[in-house]
């Protein structure tokens, strides 16, 4: 698949499928294809699916490496303008679902559905200190430094201490939405969190699904932040979303005129 030239950047993406476009959006830690492994081969039968890397993230290039979940929303859409994408659902996982909430308070109308994983719209930035680059040095959690290296090379340039700094701000700050922008998100959205998720508890979704109009949650049982992945319970998330998915667009289709 292409790197895409937009935004000052050449974001990397994949894409499988076919119908409607469908946005995967990955979580601060991930890349596109490997945060939605598990959801590939139930979508691509009825949607076009597509897996972008955010800007500093797995094989997308910039030459800045800042970045930030607003930031990441304005990509988005300027993704989408590239390839002519004028309405899609969107699919996002942890700061993901971040992104996606942007998205919708940005542009609504060139938001078709809103699916948030992990993510109820609200910081939750306990433990981000043990992703610091000092705490993982001083700890020896040289596994993960050196997948960090792997993940995101070809992105920060070998410079993963700047990207975990870049991912430890945007943490403890966004989302970062007010009340009266997520009551402005008008589009269908859908919360689903793991039963033992401690960044999206569930006195969290039911306040922002309260905020948010045409929203509901769902608990996925025994799971944790990653109910969509395997060996957690990506059959249920997938059923689930594309569930959700089809309800929305019958809805749209019976309100054409005839």
Known sequence: MPHLACNNMEMFYEQIGVGDPVIFLHSGFSRGIL??????LDFQSKYTCFFPDFRGHGRTRSNSLEWSTPQHSKDIFAFMDQLQIPKAHIIGYGMGGGVALHCA????????????????????????????????????RYDFINLMKERHLEAHRGNWQEFLRQKVYD???????????????????LFLAGQYDPFAPEEDLKRVTDLIPNSSYVIVPNCSHRPHMIRENPVFVNDTILQFIDEERLQVSSNRPK
């Open 171 to 189: 943490w403890r700050k966004f989302p970062q939405l007010s009340n009266e922008e997520l009551r402005s998100i008008n589009c269908p959205t």
């Open 105 to 140: 308070v940005a542009q609504p109308h060139r938001i078709a559905s809103l699916t948030s994983i992990g993510q109820s719209g609200f910081v939750a930035s306990m433990g981000s200190e043990e992703f610091e680059p000092e705490w993982l040095l001083q700890n020896g």
């Open 35 to 40: 945060a939605f492994a598990s959801q590939m």
